[in-house]
């Protein structure tokens, strides 16, 4: 008993340290944005927000990462619902290497294939378009994220779908009728790191995008630290408005996200 007791009041000091650790710089940053010095004794009465907000880079850049998540995350979780049936409940030939290669592709850092994606966006004609950071997007979400759901639709059992073929049911009314709400959770995790990854992306934009108009929220920090090089306050502020959709979001589906994640990761 007194080892358990130990157990948890070590479990419990690491979570709280690890809490302690993760929340300090987010507390420390807000009320950076509210102040005008570092010493936190010149309140600004939120100023920096405002003047962030009435900036003319702004509403572009949140303009176009909203078009980004909105055409990306539904291309993601659509192709991955599809794939992830297929592989999971029909067998033929090549699924195993198709199984390797989506393991494998989760091994390719994204940065080790900059130059190769640069040169067949270029030559697709859509550098300083939204659809080449749809399409990296889409391309690299969609190994885990598949992964993670044909982990899952593996534990459906197949008696549900032999049960639905009896009463006529082709395989696009098992899918839709049957497997995809059962498999909810798993599939809100996907939607929120398919949201995350195309609003937090950095990368791609700044590969692709040369036209200040066509800049996403992730490009607006590298702005923001030239035009308040003297004012922290502003800086903060505008990181935190960037930060906003993602805590919302992440708020909204955060009961599906431990349910989701564990019977979609984990293969029982």
């Known amino acids: 008993m007194k080892k358990v007791v130990s157990a948890r009041i070590i479990g419990t000091l690491f979570l709280a340290g690890c809490c302690i ?7 420390l940053g807000i009320l950076r944005s509210l102040f005008l010095d570092s010493a936190f004794t010149e309140f600004n009465y939120f100023s920096s927000y405002r003047e962030v907000v009435h900036t003319e880079q702004i509403l572009p850049a949140f303009i176009n990462s909203i078009l980004i998540v909105i055409l990306s995350v539904p291309m993601n979780v659509g192709v991955v619902v599809l794939a992830s049936y297929g592989l ?4 033929f030939k090549g699924q195993g290497f198709i199984y390797l290669m989506l393991l494998s592709a989760l091994m390719i850092p994204p940065a080790t294939v900059m130059y190769p994606c640069f040169m067949i966006i270029r030559d697709l004609g859509l550098i300083n378009s939204i659809f080449a950071v749809i399409l990296t997007e889409v391309a690299y979400g969609i190994p885990f994220n598949l992964l993670m759901a044909k ?8 008696e549900l779908m032999e049960a639905a073929r009896i009463d006529g049911a082709g395989s696009f009314r098992i899918l839709h009728s049957i497997l995809v709400p059962v498999a909810k959770p798993v599939l809100f995790v996907i939607v929120l790191w398919s949201f995350l990854g ?3 992306d950095y990368m791609w934009p700044m590969l692709f995008f040369s036209d200040s108009s066509k800049k996403t929220v992730t490009l607006l920090p590298q702005y923001f630290m030239s035009a308040y090089s003297q004012r922290y306050d502003n800086l903060f502020a505008a990181l935190f408005i960037i930060m906003i959709p993602t805590i919302i979001i992440y708020i909204s589906l955060q009961k599906y996200f431990e349910q989701g994640v564990v019977s979609g990761a984990i293969k029982q």
């Not at 650790?21 to 507390?27: E, L, Q, S, Y």
């Not at 999971?88 to 067998?91: A, G, T």
């Not at 982990?151 to 197949?158: L, R, S």
């Open 151 to 158: 982990n899952y639709f593996d534990d459906i059992p197949n």
């Open 88 to 91: 999971s409940k029909y067998h």
């Open 198 to 200: 195309a609003w937090n």
């Open 21 to 27: 650790i993760g929340i300090t710089p987010i507390a």
